[in-house]
């Protein structure tokens, strides 16, 4: 046995203020990263798997990250089994544009999506048109559920996704994200704030990662807000398989690295022209393609 097999271990469930309070068989303790992390450029991330060194609650020593097997930017956090988007009906408005980059991120990173649209208690005119978004994206291949923090819609059927899993909820700021964590989890009384009528978005109510327990085994991370997104590793030919919809179809594409742009026999665009495919998602593919390709080369 190594000297650091030895050491107890846990998840990091918080990082505040520099410090890290790992969760471990004997309860939450309060850590701090060694300087050989900075050294190596390893940050620990809310999530993380972590070898400790405590003397104390409130006195230990990150030892060791292991292996992640995903990791987000933004927000910070390690080893996700899924990601919950967080939409709202109304105000702000539902964006397919912003949707389709937050998906594109989380299929990237190959974590699992499940599309929550909120505030359906909020819509005069019912569902109707954002049904036919849902079916779009059923169509190809999420799941989608509809529900109301305020009624309590949909949260039954949300409940088994969570169990058993780290899920990190996502999605703009003033959606609902926190409203709806406290309507799984009344005793949270995480705090929330109304839109900005002005500038159409949410106030940030939530300033660090934190795994929050939801049911008996589910760990959900109520992240800070965000509202755009930027695509800084994926590379042009790796588009596609980010829209998994566009994927299946492209296996018919006369070339096998097709862009879906002015190659010939593109399968992609024959399915969008015969309405097979949304147009709208083809348009945020073009538009995303087009920003892959304006980016800045890294050095």
Known sequence: MTRSDA????????????????LGEEGTVQCRGRGVFRKNK??????????????????GYIMEVKDRKNELVRPPIANVDQAILVFSAVEPEFSTALLDRFLVLVEYNQIRP??????????DDGLTKLEQYAEDYRNAGYEVIFTSSETAEGLKELSPYIEGKISVFAGQSGVGKSSLLNALRPELALKTSGISHHLGRGKHTTRHVE???????????????FSSLEFTEIEATELNYCFPDF?????????????????????????????????????????????????KPRY
Do not use: W
């Open 42 to 59: 390893v940050t620990p991330l809310v999530g993380d798997e972590v070898v400790y060194q405590a003397e104390n609650k409130t006195d």
């Open 7 to 22: 050491m107890p271990q846990g998840k990091i469930i918080k990082a505040l203020s520099g410090f890290y309070y790992v």
């Open 247 to 295: 994927a299946r179809v492209s296996e018919n594409c006369k070339f096998r690295e097709c862009l879906h742009i002015s190659e010939p026999k593109c399968a992609v665009k024959a399915a969008v022209e015969e309405g097979k495919l949304p147009e709208y998602r083809y348009q945020h593919y073009k538009d995303f393609l087009q920003e892959i390709k304006d980016r």
């Open 114 to 123: 499940l599309i929550c649209i909120t505030k359906v208690d909020l819509l």
């Open 211 to 225: 795994l929050i327990k939801i049911g008996n085994h589910g760990l959900v991370a109520d992240t800070p807000g």
